[in-house]
């Protein structure tokens, strides 16, 4: 066990739709990085957050978005869903602090099928 | 910018093999390195990791040592197991300032190991 919480563990929904995301890091770490994970594209970097702020973007679409909320958990909001968005979204946390060596700890994963 | 290339898979090995999976690295700067795991149905979890050059991780009989010169993080086993069964990620990060380590992935190489 990581730690890290992320929830829903399953979801189908529409094309159109809109879905949220829940991730709560390991007790400790002010970082959480979204990461998606699909057949072909391997494992991308989404967005990152410390500490409630936004501090790294990757390949993030603008009909996704993300916020790190006071008490350190996180959401992603998925919009406008597409086929093509059907994969498996990571959550991850580090310690995040002038320490560690960048070792981050993963959830489970939501897996979002889009249909 | 930063880029991890493995070798594809799948791998498909008998038990008691010996594995390697190489991995090489294009980086600005002195990343940190590592090797995650995924195994079927989970997310991914930390392997083993080195810091600087020349630095050897190992871990459950696995090993990897940071190639500087040759910008190279190779894993290797002496002898496969069933349970060893994954897909095998290499990573790197760069961070600054303790608060942003974004770990950049390969492809995943997948491991079968055969009884």
New interface residues.
């Given amino acids: 066990d ?1 730690g ?1 919480t992320q929830t829903p563990k399953h979801l189908i929904t529409a094309t159109g739709q809109r879905v949220t995301l829940r991730c709560s890091p390991r007790s400790g770490d ?2 959480v ?1 979204w990461y998606q994970q699909s057949l072909d594209q ?2 991308q ?1 989404l967005i ?1 957050y ?2 409630g702020e936004e ?2 973007k ?1 390949n993030i679409l603008e009909r996704f978005s993300a916020q790190q909320f006071p008490d350190l958990h996180s959401e992603l909001n998925l919009s406008s869903l597409e086929l093509g968005d059907s994969a498996l979204y ?1 959550c ?1 946390s ?16 939501s897996r979002l099928t889009v249909l | 910018g930063n880029s991890v290339t493995q070798m594809e898979g799948p791998v498909t090995l008998s038990e008691e093999a010996f594995l390697t999976i190489n991995c090489t690295y294009t980086a600005t700067g002195y990343p ?1 390195l ?1 090797w ?1 795991v995924q195994y079927p149905g ?5 392997l083993l ?1 080195a ?1 600087k050059a020349d630095d050897k991780g190992s871990n459950k009989g696995f090993e990897a040592t940071y190639r500087k010169e040759t910008t190279s993080f190779h894993l290797e086993k002496g002898s496969v197991q069933v349970s060893d069964s994954a897909v095998y ?1 290499c990573a790197l ?3 600054s ?12 190489t997948l491991l079968t190991v055969n009884p």
């Fill in positions: 990581s890290v002010l970082s990085y391997g494992l970097f990152q410390y500490n501090r790294a990757g990571f991850a580090s310690v995040g602090l002038a320490r560690g060596t960048g070792e981050l700890f993963f959830g489970e994963g | 940190s590592f995650y989970e997310g991914l979890q930390l990791k810091t990620f990060s760069e961070g300032g303790g608060s942003n380590y974004k770990l950049t992935f390969g492809k995943g």
